[in-house]
Structures are given as C-alpha cells and as structure tokens.
C-alpha cells in the first residue's frame, strides 16, 4: 500500500489520498499532526508527502507515525519548498524551514536519532516541479539543478542568498531490524 499524506487536490491513483480538508478524491480525512495515524503498524512501502511538512510543528512526531506505519525498507517521498525560497516567505501558514541538513537530524550521530531511518538522498530545484516528477528536473531547470548539486553545500554556504531555489526533495527510508 502507499500513502499520499496531506494530498490536497493532488489525488494519487493506487494511493491512499490523506488530508485534513475534505476535497474531492480524498479517502481519509484525518490531521497530520494529529497522533496516532488511522493505520495499523507496518502497512506503507512508500509514503508519498509533497508540500506538506512546511506547514508543521511537530516534525518529530510524524517521523515517529513514519516509522510506525512503514514496512522495512519503505520510502518516504517528501518535497517541501527551499528555505531560500520566496514562495515560503509569503504563505503565511509556513512554518518550517528546509535545507539540505533538515533531515540529518534523523539519523547518524545527532540527538534526535531514529535508528530506522535513512536519508538516501536529496535534490535541490532551482525551479519548482509543482509537486509532479520527484528528484527530476524540469528541461529548462536541468542545468541549474546539475550544478547546485554538484556541491550542495557550497551552494547552500555562499549561492543560495544571490541565486534562491524553490524546492528540495528528500528520499528516506525506513529499515526495520529482524527480531528473532
């Protein structure tokens, strides 16, 4: 099963489309940050979560309902505006800022360490991809997109003030230990 969590008006064939206002082609109305999720544990092999997370406070509990719902080795689609980018500035319900750090905090040696969750990869889009084709760039955005990434962090230390993108996609996964 897959899940498009905080779908809005992009309904996902073959998804379970999730949100908290009631729309056309939404399965399930239920609050993101409204803990627990209506699923049972273990049921996900990708969750789906595109312009959705800006709008949060409790990132760490929806990494938690994450890791609850997903099976081993489901992946997590998130997309979330850039924090360069000017777009962010004017929803006034943004309150969340990313950048390519955001979800380091997730894993490796950090305070906030989940044991089950891997940050695979992450792309920076100068141009945003309005929500469709993740970690692919639009033809006109191809040459910036392969340049920004070529050195991220450069990029995000001394470029992203004078030349601000307007997204960034990350690519998690979860990976469940084998109890005997």
């Known amino acids: 099963m897959k899940l498009n969590l905080g779908c809005w008006n992009d309904i996902k064939k ?6 908290k206002i ?4 939404v399965d399930i109305l239920h609050d993101i940050e409204d803990f627990p999720y209506p699923f049972n544990n273990d049921i996900f092999e990708e969750i789906y979560c595109a312009m959705v997370l800006e ?3 409790n990132l760490t509990g929806i990494m938690e309902e994450f890791i609850r719902i997903a099976k081993k080795w489901c992946q997590i689609k998130i997309i979330v505006p850039y924090f360069t980018c000017t777009n962010f500035w004017a929803d006034p319900t943004h309150v969340r800022l990313f950048n390519s750090n955001s979800f380091s905090w997730f894993h490796g040696n950090s305070f906030l360490k989940k044991d089950n969750i891997v940050l695979k990869k992450y792309k920076i889009h100068f141009f945003s991809n309005n929500n469709n084709n993740f970690m692919q760039s639009k033809r006109y955005s191809i040459l910036p997109d392969f340049i920004i990434n070529l050195c991220p962090k450069i990029y995000e230390r001394f470029f992203c003030y004078i030349f601000p993108s307007s997204e960034i996609h990350f690519l998690l996964e979860i990976q469940k230990k084998d109890f005997i």
């Not at 073959?14 to 949100?19: A, C, L, S, V």
């Not at 009631?22 to 082609?25: D, T, V, Y």
Request: aromatic fraction near 16%.
């Open 14 to 19: 073959w998804y379970i489309n999730i949100d």
């Open 22 to 25: 009631k729309l056309p082609g």
């Open 55 to 57: 709008h949060t406070i």
